[in-house]
């Protein structure tokens, strides 16, 4: 993984003690709140509803079990004892104290880390592939990539105050597409033009929030020496062309549909070719050097591991067999597997991991997994380097430390902002439905028989829980001052993107969940065989008989009614 140098090193510890001065300065009264606001932003410190809360940036997900580590350690001294999984890789601290936040700076320093640009109107944390550098499906290893642009972006002069939020994802698979790269501002692909030259597919104008749209490809092949002026060329049309007079319109989605993806295109490729130069281009040289914080571990050689999973699998030991079927991923080397180890259990928010397992993880790491671990967008962990002859020993330890869930994919895999349980811009609470959701289906051979379904619940429009693409989206509304929640079926984050449609009228927070169970029970109705996906059934059939099993008896309707006032 990529190891900072001098300049990298300098540029934390020297932001960390400004950021002290400011602290003083507003503790003391000096500068008010308002004031301090684009100071704190700046350093990832957000106000939510009860306290600061601080986001840790982890570029593309990655960290060492020595970072892992000093989180749980910050946890244990500066928060309650826990960290929070976010959807884009990172990890938010969610009770620290204001004086205590320049001391929490110093401490991710020392181990390389920092909150810098994980807030405010800038590029945020670059995100990727959770398997990235070890799927049998990828093309290359996009890491490289993403860490050239994170060094390009930060303190990047011209693109500090940008009319909004800029978030930009890589993938190296042309086949499936783990990293949602046609839902952010910038998408990029690592493809293969006809003459086998290696390059970028680009998109631009995807997001969610509360006008999602599916990125649009703008440029089907870009050498790959062009990245950073091109990447520069989209965001100074962005720069110049946004709206800054509407918070709510100053995405560069809302700005594409204006202006209409050719047009957009045209400004681009037209400011590209004025402003492209030979500084600009990426040498290769840079990229080798880069690539070399990426180079695989000392692997043994190893018998393949496909017999291995086999037997695992349909072993005596079923929680083990179904932990290997729902939370082990193939790899790329022989003998090798990804494991994902999953932090959603009942009676715990989603994305919520303990201190003490925070520790835990990266001695398992250390054991198991090169001392590596991958934050997902999902909010799961993922050892990536783990032999397939050590499974059943990894399994066992991460039962003892409440980790060992098989549910990763399944319903109880759920995804959620914090709600109206933290955040002050949230309608209704997401945190509640999601441990409701978690006990109520929380039976393996259920799980299993109803498959792949993905669950995302957001408190508000913003979309933090990613909604629009869950399989089944749950999106948390106000009316008159009363919690309801909108059912939405039909999304997708992968290569198949699609946007969620709503099922109907909102329903009240005592009938979400049980709307939940009859679309699922209508699902085992009427899918084709056990095989055809949640989503597939819903892409066949329609909304209709969903709607039927929701809002066709007495008490639904009564439910519907009501949401509908």
């Known amino acids: 993984m990529y190891q900072y140098d001098d300049h990298d090193r300098r540029i934390i510890i020297e932001r960390a003690q400004q950021f002290r001065g400011q602290v003083a300065r507003r503790?003391?009264?000096?500068?008010?709140?308002?004031?301090?606001?684009?100071?704190?932003?700046?350093?990832?410190?957000?106000?939510?509803?009860?306290?600061?809360?601080?986001?840790?940036?982890?570029?593309?997900g990655l960290l060492s079990s020595t970072q892992v580590r000093r989180l749980a350690d910050i946890a244990r001294k500066y928060d309650r004892g826990y960290a929070h999984l976010t959807t884009r890789q990172n990890i938010q601290y969610n009770w620290p104290k204001l004086g205590d936040v320049p001391s929490i700076l110093d401490d991710l320093a020392d181990v390389e880390m920092h909150a810098v640009q994980t807030s405010g109107n800038c590029v945020r944390n670059i995100t990727s592939d959770p398997f990235a550098g070890i799927a049998p499906d990828e093309l290359e290893d996009p890491r490289p990539y993403c860490e050239i642009m994170r060094q390009w972006s930060t303190f990047h002069p011209e693109f500090a105050n940008l009319p909004r939020k800029f978030k930009i994802a890589v993938t190296g698979t042309p086949g499936e597409d783990r990293a949602a790269v046609r839902f952010h501002d910038i998408g990029i692909r690592i493809v293969e033009n006809a003459a086998k030259e290696r390059g970028f597919e680009v998109l631009v104008g995807g997001g969610m929030g509360r006008t999602p749209h599916i990125g649009a490809v703008i440029r089907e092949f870009l050498p790959k020496r062009h990245l950073l002026s091109y990447m520069e060329s989209i965001l100074r049309v962005y720069n110049l062309h946004g709206r800054r007079d509407n918070k709510f319109k100053a995405r560069i989605k809302i700005l594409v549909v204006a202006l209409g993806v050719e047009e957009f295109r045209r400004r681009v490729e037209e400011d590209w070719e004025a402003t492209k130069t030979p500084e600009l281009e990426l040498p290769d040289a840079e990229v080798a050097r880069v690539t070399k914080f990426f180079a695989p571990p000392a692997y043994e050689k190893l018998p393949a591991s496909a017999d291995q999973l086999t037997a695992l699998s349909l072993g005596r030991d079923r929680e083990l067999g179904n932990w290997i079927k729902n939370n082990v991923v193939g790899h790329k080397v022989p003998g090798y597997s990804a494991v994902v180890i999953s932090v959603k259990m009942p009676g715990v928010p989603p994305g919520d991991v303990s201190d003490t397992q925070l520790d835990a993880i990266a001695g398992v790491a250390d054991r198991y997994s090169f001392g590596h671990v991958v934050v997902t967008h999902t909010q799961n962990l993922v050892l990536p380097d783990v032999k397939t002859s050590d499974l059943a020993k990894l399994h066992a330890e991460l039962v003892e430390l409440d980790l060992g869930k098989a549910n990763v994919g399944k319903l109880t895999d759920v995804i959620t902002c914090p709600g109206l349980d933290y955040c002050d811009l949230a309608n209704a609470r997401s945190i509640p439905l999601s441990l409701e959701i978690a006990e109520r289906f929380d039976r393996i051979d259920y799980l299993n028989d109803v498959g792949d379904v993905s669950i995302k619940i957001s408190g508000c429009i913003n979309a933090c829980g990613h909604h629009h693409v869950g399989n089944i989206g749950i999106l948390g509304i106000d009316k008159r001052g009363e919690e309801f929640y909108q059912l939405m079926l039909g999304g997708s984050p992968g290569n198949d993107a699609s946007i969620g449609k709503i099922l109907g009228a909102a329903l009240p927070q005592d009938a979400i969940v049980d709307a939940v169970e009859k679309v699922l029970d209508r699902y085992l109705v009427v899918r084709e065989s056990a095989d055809e996906r949640f989503l597939d059934t819903v892409r066949r059939v329609g909304f209709e008989p969903f709607r039927q099993a929701v809002y066709g008896d007495a008490l639904f309707g009564a439910a519907a009614e009501k949401g509908a006032e």
């Not at 009264?29 to 809360?53: C, D, S, V, W």
């Open 27 to 60: 503790l003391s009264g000096e500068i008010t709140e308002e004031e301090f606001k684009p100071l704190r932003l700046q350093n990832g410190l957000y106000m939510q509803l009860h306290a600061y809360m601080l986001r840790v940036a982890i570029p593309y």
